[in-house]
């Protein structure tokens, strides 16, 4: 079992930065590929980032590449999203995921464990 908590969500203008944190429970955190999400108001959850046990490999979707950056700390058990020229588009709760899996895993139906969401509001 694994509980995952998002923090650092909030108000900033287009073009700022924020870095979203998820920390999760349990020993066996580096065990775990995680994954952030979102979801704006009556949209469906999508993917954003994604990264592996070993933080070795990440992946991202294409509306963030170049943007956003996700990573990890697994002395911690911390996942990281840090968002750079945030947008108005980028508006949405922002969901951490767990999925125990050595491998990096970007379709939501694959992860087990969610987080309660954080709330990231850009303004233009």
């Known amino acids: 079992q694994v509980q995952l908590v998002e923090s650092g969500g909030g108000l900033v203008q287009a073009g700022g930065s924020v870095r979203l944190s998820c920390a999760a429970s349990g020993r066996t955190f580096s065990m775990y590929a995680m994954g952030w999400f979102r979801q704006a108001p009556g949209k469906e959850r999508e993917f954003v980032a994604a990264i592996t046990w070993s933080g070795g490999s990440t992946v991202y979707a294409d509306s963030v590449k170049g943007r956003f950056t996700i990573s990890r700390d697994n002395a911690k058990n911390t996942v990281y999203l840090q968002m750079n020229s945030l947008k108005s588009e980028d508006t949405a709760v922002y969901y951490c995921?767990?999925?125990?899996?050595?491998?990096?895993?970007?379709?939501?139906?694959?992860?087990?464990?969610w987080g309660q969401g954080t709330q990231v509001t850009v303004s233009s």
């Open positions: 995921a767990a999925q125990y899996s050595p491998q990096v895993v970007t379709v939501k139906y694959s992860y087990d464990y």
